[in-house]
C-alpha cells in the first residue's frame, strides 16, 4: 500500500524544523498507520484529530530532546540523501 513516503528526521537542523514539516510528517504517519491516502467523510475527523494529535506529540518531542552534537545542515543532508538513492537505484531519482 504506497500512501506513505518516507518521513524525514527533523530534530537538531539549523534552522530548526517548522510547524509545516512537523504536520506534515505526522500526516504521513497517519497515512500510513491508517492505510488511508484520503481518508472517507466518515473517517476524515479522526484521521485529522490524530494528525493534529501527532504533530503536537512531534513538536514537544522535538522541543523536549537534547544533544551535544552541532545542528545539521539541511542541504548537506540532502546531497547525502541524493547520492544513496542514486547509489541504490541508479541514474537521477528527481
Do not use: W
Request: some cysteine; charged content about 25%; aromatic content about 6%.
Amino acid at each position: 500500500m504506497p500512501v506513505c513516503r518516507n518521513i524525514k528526521v527533523l530534530y537538531n537542523f539549523a534552522p530548526p524544523a517548522t510547524e509545516e514539516e512537523i504536520r506534515a510528517a505526522a500526516i504521513q504517519y497517519v497515512r500510513k498507520i491508517s492505510g488511508f491516502a484520503k481518508p472517507s467523510a466518515a473517517n476524515a475527523a479522526a484521521f485529522n484529530r490524530a494528525a493534529d494529535d501527532v504533530t503536537r506529540d512531534s513538536a514537544l518531542l522535538i522541543d523536549s530532546l537534547v544533544t551535544d552534537r552541532p545542528p545539521r545542515n539541511r542541504e548537506t543532508e540532502a546531497a547525502k540523501a541524493h547520492a544513496r538513492a542514486v547509489q541504490r537505484f541508479g541514474g537521477n531519482p528527481r
